[in-house]
């Protein structure tokens, strides 16, 4: 049983009548599967679970008449709402709508807004100004992982300290998807899926020979992490763009696919317009 109501539970009853027989009178009567569906409280459905009822007879009342098949069957089926998602899972928000969100302030108060009045607490790295900060992701339990060239720190809406990766350095910006983050480290090109909840590694791959060494960002979706590996042309005054962008398995970190394309990629950042395609672009304008 499913509904479209979202109702966390259903009682389904299913009626089916095989044969009626009255006395002598040879008749028979197929009648169709007859669906009742009652709502009832959570509780109630707990308490009946499963019911079957198998080959009853009708009883004095009439005793010529004789249903020979009669099957009541209850039975309750939770209807899932589906997973949590994520607030703020890539570096521009959520795939669909990029740097928007349905939450924040009334623009009639933007005006009167005094940031400094409302911080509730702030994190400051102990390099200070040395720190490079990618940005942060928001998770569906609304907390906030920053992200640094420096490591990853994971922290509750309220600025409890839940763990930190200070051994993951130098990576790009990394993606929440499912319940790991996804990260890779420049240069190296060394992929990792870190715990949501933990902070422990899931997998560690390396998954090529190197990275361009610019803003590139690691991205996912659907169940593929697209990033950008290798190196083209040599180290100028404004970076190295990579080569190649590459699709990962997120369960398992193997290669799935490989598109090199006539130029550099400069940050890359994949876009999904779907579920079954991604985006890039080089450093020509190639699309």
Known sequence: ???????????????????????????????????????????????IGQTA????????????????????????????SGPKQ?????????????????YGIDSQNLNELNLTASLAWKWEHAQNLSTFIWGTLIDKDKNIIIASMQGLYKYTAHGKHLWNRKDVTMSEMPVLMGQQIFVMQQATAVMRAIDLDTGDDVWVKKVGPSTGLE?????????????????????????????????????????????????????????????????????????
């Open 53 to 80: 009822f198998h080959e009853i007879e009708v009883g004095e009342d009439c005793p010529a008449c004789q249903i020979s098949f009669l099957q009541a069957e209850l039975r309750t089926h939770k209807v899932s």
């Open 215 to 287: 803003g590139d960002m690691v991205e996912a979706y659907n169940g593929v992490v697209v990033a950008a590996v290798e190196q083209f042309g040599p180290m100028d005054n404004i970076g190295v763009p990579a080569r190649r962008a590459i699709g990962v398995n997120a369960s398992t970190g193997d290669e799935l696919w490989s598109y090199t394309p006539d130029c550099g990629i400069w940050n890359i950042m994949a876009l999904f317009p779907d579920d079954d395609t991604v985006n890039i672009m080089d450093m020509c304008g190639g699309v």
């Open 86 to 102: 994520h607030y703020w899972p890539h570096a521009r928000g959520q795939v669909g709508h990029y740097s928007q969100t349905s």
């Open 1 to 47: 049983c499913s509904s479209d109501l979202g109702t966390p539970s259903i009682l389904c009853l299913f009626v089916q009548v095989s044969r009626l027989q009255l006395g002598s009178v040879a008749c028979r009567l197929q009648r169709r599967a007859m669906n009742i569906i009652f709502w009832v409280p959570l509780f109630w459905v707990a308490l």
